[in-house]
């Protein structure tokens, strides 16, 4: 989960940055090929000239409207950037659009896209309490109480939800799954509550993610059974750094017996997360919650930028692509999904959220994938609008489009990156962005990506009147 402090990486990032920005250096040195997406109608020029477009109209006037409208766009102030912008299939701008970047927050329609495919708009997790057999009369589990995750990566406290702004209102409840094993008749738990985390690998991170990412809070330490992010303090209530659990099995565990107690439950023992190799007794259900469906977790995700659910996602979808609950398995389905629009990509992404300071992607996947998502992919659906507050950090709420747009992104550190795409009646506007800027994105590079979304409108008005057909 994310705050507006969430949105960036820490100061601390920086010490890597001129590592990672030998990308400007050496583009062809990266071990990431600019992907290459099936053949569409494409521009010899960077930036789009009219001239180079089907001869639609024979009207010499509509060639004109839609040239100032593509000769309007706003151009970045550095180098390490790139746009493209596609009109109904066809790229009519684009600047630098395969050059290989780090594409922040914008990655995150990948993975979601990816999610909704794989696994459904309707998907829930499920979060179980099991036991070797159901209490006695007397309420009494004579073994372990154990609290099994599913990947849940909306399995929240109430505080803790409360305590981001705005408040994350999609949130599987721990308090309603502990109400449950009271209704259940548990009064006494003879040994310990036992946190379960068997369904993913325990790649708690991955080795390119700097350690500003745990500490600033941004993603949590990943684990099936992922309770409040995993975090034994959040950022906000510790100084501005937040303290990743170690095992955060034993945390969710731990946090749950509390819960227990508190509504009058007796535990003998302490609570602890599985052990190396442990055999587990055939279970029997206690009690379980599931997640509000997968389609209001993603909109979630992108509408405050949640780097940990999406990393959270990536394992899930490995598990349904791959059986295996791991990073890599899920960025070989994006892999596959992708390559289902026409667009390959000769190496998997790195993970969900590009939290890699070395992953790469380009302006023209980005765009590709938005472009020929069909336009009853459940995907459409639940794209945040562009002037919601917490999209882009709501640098775009003031701005008045005409069109349904469609927007995910924002800034990290370094990047500012977004895609965006209308989803109403009329000609069909995809515009993707990414900026790369060491130390850190500069205002100018907000303001390029504002006077992006104002051209969306102007656009769509002068594609349609340069497609009348005479």
């Not at 279970?283 to 599931?290: D, F, K, N, R, T």
């Not at 882009?392 to 701005?399: K, S």
């Not at 990156?417 to 069909?428: E, H, I, W």
Request: glycine share 8%; proline share 7%; net charge negative.
């Amino acid at each position: 989960m994310l705050v507006l402090r969430r949105m960036m990486l820490p100061l601390a990032l920086l010490a890597i940055a001129a590592g990672a920005w030998l990308l400007a250096s050496r583009l062809g040195d990266l071990a990431v090929e600019p992907a290459q997406a099936a053949p569409v109608e494409t521009l010899d020029s960077p930036i789009a000239s009219v001239r180079r477009l089907p001869a639609i109209a024979t009207s010499s006037l509509r060639t004109q409207r839609l040239e100032l409208a593509v000769q309007a766009l706003p151009q970045p102030s550095t180098p390490l950037s790139c746009y493209s912008v596609v009109v109904d299939g066809v790229v009519v701008a684009d600047l630098r659009a395969d050059a290989p970047l780090v594409p922040g927050y914008a990655q995150l329609f990948v993975t979601a896209h990816t999610a909704l495919d794989v696994l459904g708009p309707d998907y829930r997790f499920e979060t179980r309490v099991m036991a070797a057999d159901q209490p006695g009369e007397d309420g009494v589990i004579g073994g372990n109480l154990y609290l099994v995750g599913s990947g849940d990566p909306v399995l929240m406290s109430f505080p803790f939800a409360q305590g981001f702004r705005p408040v994350l209102a999609t949130r599987t409840s721990i308090e309603e799954l502990a109400d449950a094993v009271v209704a259940a008749g548990v009064t006494e738990i003879r040994t310990s509550v036992v946190g379960i985390e068997r369904r993913y690998d325990r790649e708690r991170g991955l080795p390119g993610w700097p350690a500003a990412v745990f500490e600033d809070g941004i993603v949590g330490p990943l684990s099936a059974l992922q309770l409040d992010d995993g975090l034994a303090e959040r950022a906000a209530a510790n100084g501005g750094v937040a303290i990743p659990s170690e095992d955060p099995a034993a945390l969710a565990a731990a946090r749950f017996d509390d819960l227990l107690e508190d509504r009058g439950v007796s535990i003998q023992g302490l609570a602890r997360g599985e052990l190396d190799d442990e055999e587990l007794p055939d279970l029997v259900p206690i009690a379980s919650i599931q997640s509000a469906p997968l389609s209001e977790i993603i909109f979630q995700m992108l509408a405050v930028n949640d780097a940990s659910a999406a990393e959270m996602l990536m394992k899930e979808i490995g598990v349904s692509f791959r059986q295996t609950g791991s990073t890599r398995a899920g960025a070989e389905a994006v892999q596959s999904t992708l390559r289902g629009l026409g667009i390959e990509l000769p190496v998997a992404p790195r993970d969900g959220a590009s939290l890699d300071p070395v992953s790469a992607s380009s302006c023209t996947v980005l765009a590709q994938t938005a472009a020929r998502i069909p336009d009853d992919h459940p995907t459409l659906a639940v794209a945040p609008r562009y002037d919601l507050p917490g999209v882009y950090a709501g640098a775009f709420a003031d701005i008045e489009v005409d069109a349904d747009l469609r927007f995910i992104g924002g800034e990290r550190g370094e990047v500012a990156s977004f895609v965006a795409r209308t989803v109403d009646d009329g000609p069909q506007v995809v515009i993707a962005s990414i900026v790369n800027r060491s130390p850190g994105t500069l205002p100018p590079d907000r303001a390029f990506h504002r006077g992006l979304v104002q051209s969306v409108d102007g656009l769509r008005l002068a594609w349609a009147d340069y497609s009348i057909d005479d």
